[in-house]
């Protein structure tokens, strides 16, 4: 089945630095891809969708100045998070869906664990 | 604006217990309803996805059951056992808001032994 794969599954970086997250789809090609944030015991939160090729959309409250989301192949995603804080401690998720549109399923990769110390 | 909830937020049972956990959403044009488990700390598993021509979909001891016109989904599991603990989050898709899923806020079961 299709899969998605993202990396790392956790991160520890310092108050300050840039952390990447990349989300690959490895069997097929992802046109669209989103992005999640999930607080402790909260449920999963829209950040931004990303469209191969073009600017991604940041859903009201995200900063895109912070949250640097990059989509330049039919296979990857990158979310950069810039000058990280401690506030920005989250489990982030990525999905991925193929060019068929709303018939194709959304496939989810296993989170990635930023600590910000 | 699509607003998904799920009664009840946490639920324990003892083990051999049948339960059910409820989900509504507000937005009833929708195309896919879809449970999901989580365990703690990790990625979202998906457990049973009903298309909106469908009414119920069933998987082993999960059943999940969709009414529209009530804005309603509801997943049956049927002799819990321990390794059924989990965070389940239900996730609606419709045509107002491209293929994003809209994660309501979860049911955390324990199932204790």
């Known amino acids: 089945g299709a899969v998605v794969s993202q990396h790392p599954s956790r991160v520890i970086c310092k108050s300050g630095t840039s952390v990447k997250i990349e989300c690959r789809s490895l069997d097929f090609q992802a046109t669209t891809m989103f992005w999640y944030r999930q607080f402790p015991k909260q449920s999963l939160m829209l950040m931004a969708t990303s469209n191969e090729g073009s600017k991604a959309t940041y859903e009201q409250g995200v900063e895109k100045d912070k949250f640097l989301i990059n989509h330049a192949s039919l296979t990857l995603s990158t979310l950069t998070v810039t000058s990280a804080h401690p506030e920005d401690s989250s489990f982030y998720i990525c999905?991925?869906?193929?060019?068929?549109?709303?018939?194709?399923?959304?496939?989810f990769g296993n989170g990635t664990r930023l600590t910000v110390t | 604006k699509q607003e998904v909830t799920q009664i009840p937020a946490a639920l324990s049972v003892p083990e051999g217990e049948n339960l059910v956990l409820n989900c509504s959403f507000t937005?009833?044009?929708?195309?896919?309803l879809q449970w999901f488990r989580q365990d703690p700390g990790k990625g979202l598993t998906s457990l049973l996805l009903i298309q909106s021509s469908q009414r119920e979909q069933t998987s082993g001891r999960l059943n999940a059951s969709l009414d529209k016109s009530s804005g309603r989904s509801t997943l049956y599991i049927a002799a819990s056992q321990p390794g059924d603990s989990a965070t389940y989050l239900c996730?609606?898709?419709?045509?107002?808001?491209?293929?994003?899923?809209?994660f309501g806020p979860g049911t955390r079961l324990s199932v204790l032994p």
């Open positions: 999905s991925a869906a193929s060019a068929g549109g709303y018939n194709s399923p959304l496939h």
């Open positions: 996730a609606a898709q419709g045509w107002n808001y491209g293929q994003n899923f809209v």
């Open positions: 937005d009833s044009a929708i195309y896919n």
